[in-house]
């Protein structure tokens, strides 16, 4: 499985912001996809996530409100739309894919800024 996220940019406290992730590969055995993220000098949190077969993601309580998940099959994509973003958002945020046997594949990343 190969994930490649984009989308990540600079913006102010209130604006909205939609990262995109590709994947490919195969997708057999697929436990769960999801977004985590990873502010400097904290440790990688997560922030949404979908079992396969799910009909609802789970959010951090961080972001409940604010940030939607969602997949479109027929373009392999998995998106993150954020709104309402707050300076405490600022991360790195990445692409997760985990496997029925326990294995986690991540994307390089995309940097999100949001100033004051």
């Known amino acids: 499985v190969q994930l490649v996220e984009s989308g990540g940019d600079w913006v102010h406290t209130g604006d909205s912001l939609t990262l995109s992730c590709v994947v490919s590969?195969?997708?057999?055995?697929?436990?769960?996809m999801g977004w985590y993220r990873q502010a400097p000098g904290k440790q990688r949190e997560l922030v949404a996530q979908?079992?396969?077969?799910?009909?609802?993601?789970n959010y951090a309580d961080s972001v409940k409100g604010r940030f939607t998940m969602s997949r479109d099959n027929a373009k392999n994509r998995l998106y993150l739309q954020m709104n309402s973003l707050k300076p405490e958002d600022t991360a790195v945020y990445y692409c997760?894919?985990?496997?029925?046997?326990?294995?986690?594949?991540w994307g390089q990343g995309t940097q999100v800024t949001v100033s004051s």
């Open positions: 997760n894919v985990e496997m029925l046997w326990a294995q986690n594949y």
């Open positions: 590969g195969s997708t057999l055995g697929v436990k769960a």
């Open positions: 979908r079992a396969t077969g799910g009909t609802t993601a």
